[in-house]
């Protein structure tokens, strides 16, 4: 079983940056697709951007222009630019492997206005 680790959450202002990173306990991200996704209180857990095993990223449109995916397989790691954030990216947000069914256990954003 993969493990997936988000890390890099925290509360920050309206218009700021933040980068979430997403560890995994194995060489999967070159092999297989992962997505980010995010859960605001009181709502059902959302997609906002998927990474193919060939890098190639896609957005859902309330993200597009403002965060970017990346990825170092050197590491293991994807990573989550989320720039020019607003109140309403605030959420937990989680990476997923959909080969695995993995889910990491997420990582808080707090955007003030």
């Known amino acids: 079983q993969v493990q997936l680790v988000e890390s890099g959450g925290g509360v920050v202002q309206a218009g700021g940056s933040l980068r979430l990173s997403c560890a995994a306990s194995g060489s999967v991200f070159s092999t297989t697709s992962m997505s980010w996704h995010r859960q605001a209180p009181g709502k059902q857990r959302v997609l906002v951007a998927t990474m193919s095993s060939t890098g190639s990223a896609a957005y859902v449109d309330s993200v597009k222009g403002r965060f970017t995916v990346s990825r170092d397989d050197a590491k293991n790691t994807v990573y989550l630019q989320m720039n020019s954030l607003k109140p309403e990216d605030t959420a937990v947000y989680y990476c997923?492997?959909?080969?695995?069914?993995?889910w990491g256990q997420g990582t808080q954003v707090t955007v003030s206005s």
């Open positions: 997923y492997l959909p080969a695995t069914r993995s």
